[in-house]
């Protein structure tokens, strides 16, 4: 027997631990079976879980356990990732405690602080994933660097490298001073700031006249290489090719023409600085003109800051200004705001320079016939001959827009495109010590260099010697690549590629990737860039985006708010099912959900309905069969029927809705399903003589199996103590639906059962509306036209669930007298007064409650009639308004009826 309370700590730790123990988790490669496949975001191997990662969780366990249970071979790989500048910040930060610097312990020392860190971290995260009751199959844990997949890293370099899409070069990053390294340009969060513009006067050479230039950022104007105006544009064009003098720098520039410059922006005139400033590169390119970094890795003014060097770039803007006023050259300052680079990791306002960084070719058109992938065929998808090749980004955007890859929902395909389409190179190089080291050596000084030295070394392995010269004196790249470059490999490397395994032939593509909206470019976006590349396939052929949890207020969970919510700490409270299903239930694909704990608390309520529900139903003796319920058993009762019939239509929609990905809708329906139909209904109508036990319990079994993925401790407690059933539920197949079976059940349109109900919820009501109490006992008069026979089969269940202690049934209309009446379907209900109410305290209630609430239909007359309210009110509130006049009316042509009787 069941205890009388559910305690969740009890019980998880030891089901897991039974799961785990079983082999359930497992997957093999089974040409048997259909393959179902999720490959788990692999968190950051910085410390704990938090919420973004619990909704994964859940969400992922739920579409594997139901698979699972259809019959694929169900394979979840967990893993974590090194993350890159994240762990790297998290250790630097701790080492800063003990008055360390990683300088101050060098480059292996460092890191072997880093790798403790992280196996204590991935510890920590091992246990909380499976708190969270994931079913991941542990046999293939994986980690970003691991020796397989740092292989694979290296690989893909090599490939890319020799296909001539990563190459090394001069150009525009986004530096983070802080973390002194480059940033991706989807690593760099914008964000709106006051801010000024600041308008400056460039002297023409031998003039104090000149052109005005606007810049949020007047210390860059010490790199200044030119000033550029638009061609086309009026005013200025008979400027180009002048020289000006460079205010500060006292150094000569030219005014330049270029259809880069927005006329209406500004002043029209640009002022132009290459090493600072992406757009101003590739301006500098087209007119080859000199690129000036004025300033160093920390954001320091440097030796081409003239007499600022050694500022730090705020306090060198504040100078500049200074000077710039004492030369009457500031002209005007202008509060506006705009938007500001800032590091994704620590904050800090990111710096445009110029750097030697490695880059991925995103446009390049790969025309190795020996590296294109075979599939998908851009030939065909884009219009583009196999002579021109085709593009990484061209791939991208292809198994999207062709509909290999689905994103759900469908309106972030819009935003992809958007982002895709207008990529730029990818930087892949980071400067910091934590990360795949990039596999690129240099051949340094010795006497026997030639000039082919200058190439770098890239390799597979440490090269022994310069191919060039023969000098073993060589250097390895300091640099490490970009987290996402590793991570970007995820779905095939954890798989056994780039050999060609079983596994790899079996699993892949992935059956779906379930993550955050905000890694779409992050992270989605590059593994498809990278799994097209390198196997011809895509990643997975589902993207199911969910969106972030907020507090109660809508506001995004922060420290410096205090609103966060720990996830491990809520499933000490409430048990991981309750927090599960606060995550899944009205958590809709692309959406930000609200989450708090009174939520997860209610939903420990649900479990606590399960769990009371089945230890009513163990109390029931049944005939013992063994195995999970594959058989039908026989209805006894219009109630049997009816769950019955309920419960197959239950297993066809929720399968469909986990098919189909809408999981938050399959856990609703479930959640009705328990607790209205089954308990509320089915339970109470169970406690009379006709139902069988036989059905009870066939439908709570089925009811374990549905609720599994979701709710999976509380459910596989319950089933180890229901008769005959062997072995664990997560083992348990999927219930297949019935076919209805009515038989004599039908009453009107509907079910016979169904009628019990309205019925017995309009007296409910009645009593509520009349002031009765609800525990007395009173008689109903039933006037049940087609529903006679099925309300007279049913007569017992009527009178116990409406406590009636008379019920008189007639089949056509007749009078009833000084009673108060209303109607389900075509079914008169009447309650005689007689006993229960004084009729003439009842009638003064009636007529005032008519006389108030005809008061409050003449306002609303007065006001749908006033012509100024219905033509410029909003629609929808002239709706509203008109609904409530009906509602209204409605109360008093019921009001004005029971009078009516009493009379």
């Known amino acids: 027997m069941l205890p009388s309370a559910y305690e969740s700590q009890k019980y998880e730790d030891a089901i897991y631990k039974k799961w785990e123990q079983s082999g359930a988790f497992r997957a093999k490669v089974n040409p048997k079976k259909k393959p179902f496949t999720i490959s788990m975001p692999p968190p950051n191997a910085t410390g704990t879980l938090h919420l973004g990662h619990a909704v994964m969780l859940a969400i992922e366990d739920i579409l594997i356990r139901h698979r699972r249970m259809k019959g694929y071979e169900a394979l979840w790989l967990p893993g974590t990732d090194h993350a890159a500048i994240a762990t790297q910040n998290k250790v630097e930060k701790l080492i800063a405690e003990e008055g360390l610097t990683r300088q101050k312990l060098g480059r292996e020392n460092f890191l072997d602080r880093v790798r403790e860190y992280v196996a204590d971290s991935q510890d920590v995260i091992r246990n909380q994933i499976r708190k969270m009751g994931s079913s991941c199959d542990w046999s293939r844990e994986r980690y970003t660097f691991d020796d397989d997949l740092n292989k694979a890293v290296t690989e893909i370099f090599v490939r890319m490298y020799e296909d001539g899409l990563i190459y090394r070069g001069y150009r525009i990053v986004n530096w983070c001073p802080r973390c002194k390294s480059t940033l991706a340009d989807d690593e760099v969060e914008h964000e709106e700031i006051e801010g000024n513009f600041y308008h400056i006067l460039y002297p023409f050479k031998g003039e104090k006249n000149g052109l005005i230039v606007a810049t949020t950022r007047p210390e860059t104007m010490l790199g200044d290489t030119a000033v550029a105006v638009n061609p086309k544009d009026k005013r200025f064009k008979k400027y180009i090719g002048k020289t000006m003098i460079l205010p500060l720098m006292k150094k000569e520039i030219m005014v330049i023409g270029d259809s880069y410059v927005d006329m209406k922006t500004g002043t029209g005139a640009l002022k132009v600085t290459p090493a600072h400033d992406p757009n101003d590169f590739e301006i500098g390119k087209r007119h080859k003109l000199e690129v000036i970094r004025v300033m160093d890795d920390e954001a320091r003014i440097n030796e081409h800051g003239g007499k600022y060097k050694g500022l730090d770039r705020f306090t060198a803007r504040d100078e500049v200004l200074k000077d710039l006023k004492k030369l009457k050259l500031l002209k005007k300052i202008e509060s506006r705001p705009h938007s500001v680079g800032h590091c994704y990791r620590c904050s800090t306002i ?146 056994g590629w780039p050999k060609e395994t079983a596994d790899l032939k079996y699993f892949h593509p992935t059956s779906v990737m379930e993550t955050g909206y905000d890694i779409l470019f992050f992270w989605i976006a590059r593994m498809i860039l990278m799994t097209t590349y390198a196997t011809g396939q895509i990643p997975f052929e589902t993207v199911y985006l969910h969106g972030l949890i907020r507090d109660r207020e809508g506001r995004k969970m922060s420290k410096s708010l205090g609103n966060g919510i720990d996830p491990i700490e809520m499933i000490k409270k409430y048990g991981a099912d309750a927090l599960r299903l606060s995550m899944v239930i009205g958590n809709t694909p692309g959406n930000d959900m609200r989450l708090y704990e009174e939520k997860i608390q209610g939903y420990r309520n649900f479990i606590n309905k399960l769990w009371n529900a089945s230890r009513f139903v163990l109390g029931v003796p049944v005939e013992t069969r063994h195995g999970a319920s594959t058989q039908t058993p026989k209805p006894l009762s219009d109630a049997d029927e009816w769950i019955l019939e309920k419960l197959s239509r239950v297993i066809t929609t929720v399968g469909k809705h986990l098919e189909n990905y809408a999981i938050s809708e399959a856990g609703q329906l479930l959640y009705d399903f328990l607790w209205s139909d089954f308990c509320d209904w089915y339970l109470e109508l169970s406690k009379g003589e006709k139902q069988s036990p036989a059905v009870l319990h066939h439908v709570l079994k089925t009811i374990l199996i549905l609720l599994h993925p979701f709710v999976p401790f509380v459910t596989e407690e319950i089933w180890a103590h229901l008769p005959g059933t062997d072995g664990l539920l997560i083992n348990a197949p999927w219930p297949a639906p019935v076919g209805p079976r009515h038989g004599a059940a039908l009453s009107g349109d509907g079910h016979a059962i169904d009628t019990v109900i309205g019925v017995v919820t309009k007296i409910r009501q009645m009593r509520a509306e009349n002031k009765i109490d609800p525990v007395k006992k009173i008689t109903v008069v039933l006037h049940a036209h087609s529903h006679f026979k099925a309300l007279r089969r049913n007569q017992a269940e009527v009178m116990r669930l409406a406590r009636l202690s008379e019920l008189t049934l007639v089949e056509k209309d007749a009078k009833v007298a000084n009673a108060t009446a209303d109607t389900h379907e075509t079914i008169k209900i009447f309650i005689p007064f007689a006993g229960l109410v004084d009729a003439g305290q009842e009638r003064e209630r009636l007529q005032k409650e008519i006389a108030k609430l005809e008061g409050y239909i003449a306002g609303l007359s007065k006001k749908l009639g006033n012509p100024g309210f219905a033509q410029n009110a909003p629609k929808e509130i002239v709706e509203l308004e008109r609904k409530k006049q009906q509602e209204a009316e409605g109360k008093v042509a019921k009001m004005i009826e029971q009078l009516n009787q009493l009379k």
């Open 350 to 495: 990111v710096e445009p320079l110029t750097s030697d960084q490695w880059f991925i070719d995103v446009n390049k058109k790969i025309k190795n016939k020996k590296t294109r992938p075979p599939e998908p065929a851009l030939s065909r998808a884009e219009g583009k001959g196999d002579q021109g090749g085709f593009s990484l980004k061209d791939l991208a955007i292809h198994v999207v827009k062709n509909g290999n890859i689905k994103i759900i929902p469908d309106r972030f395909n819009k935003t992809y495109f958007h982002w895709m389409e207008n990529l730029r190179d990818w930087c892949i190089s980071r400067q910091i010590w934590w990360g795949h080291r990039i596999p690129v050596w240099y051949c340094v000084g010795d006497d026997h260099c030639v000039p082919d030295c200058k190439k770098p070394i890239v390799s597979r392995d440490t090269p022994k010697k310069c191919p060039a010269c023969g000098s073993k004196n060589l250097r390895q790249d300091e640099d490490t690549l970009d987290t996402w470059f590793s991570s970007g490999l995820w779905t095939f490397s954890t798989l």
